[in-house]
């Protein structure tokens, strides 16, 4: 098995990727367990993880469509389901139409960060970089997910109809014509 072959859908990486990937599978399970601290660190490995792939494929030509759609549902779970599954879970959710409302703020999210990333990759080919993002990326709406977890775990901001209306206004941003530079 080459590592460097770009046709080999295990090529280094793509092996990066689905290291990104194993990294949310488990974060995920970590905070259905409220183990939310080492979710954390593995969310923080996953975007490490991003940054490097992306890298790794320029400077080795290896980047094809195969890895660029890895790279997208590497996203969609460890920047998209797995921040809103870490905040979820740690609000205080006092009530059954609490827990409704908020979930579909989340499924909002959630519909929004994929749609976002299937507009991203209709728009790109395979080894280009754009000077910038159209809208928030999804590993900065995590960002943003993940410091609302920490204003609502240090007691900053605590009612959960608040942190709803950021939720909301982060996933609106996704898709959003904001320019963010890359990276």
């Known amino acids: 098995m080459n590592l460097f072959d770009k046709n080999n859908r295990f ?9 990104n990937i194993a990294c949310g599978v488990i974060a995920m399970h970590l905070i259905v367990q409220k183990e939310f ?4 660190v593995l969310a923080w490995i996953a975007g490490a993880l991003d940054i490097a792939d992306g890298k790794v494929a320029r400077k ?6 195969f890895g660029i759609q890895l790279d997208s549902f ?3 779970l460890s920047f998209v389901i797995m921040p809103s599954f870490l905040l979820f879970y740690s609000l205080n959710i006092t009530n059954t139409l609490q827990e409704v409302v908020i979930g579909f703020v989340f499924i909002y999210y959630i519909i929004s ?3 976002r990333l299937v507009e991203f990759n209709l728009k790109v080919d395979a080894g280009s970089v ?3 993002f159209e809208g928030v990326p ?5 960002i943003l997910l993940w410091i609302l977890y920490l204003l609502h775990s ?3 901001i605590q009612n959960v109809w608040i942190i709803a209306f950021l939720v909301v206004a982060v996933a609106w941003s996704l898709n959003s014509k904001i320019k963010i530079p890359h990276p």
């Open 11 to 19: 090529n280094l990486a793509n092996i990066i990727t689905f290291g």
């Open 37 to 40: 601290f080492i979710a954390i």
């Open 60 to 65: 080795f030509n290896l980047s094809t469509e």
């Open 74 to 76: 590497a996203d969609f």
């Open 113 to 115: 960060g994929l749609r």
């Open 130 to 132: 754009e000077k910038y």
């Open 138 to 142: 999804t590993p900065l709406g995590a």
């Open 154 to 156: 240090y007691n900053i």
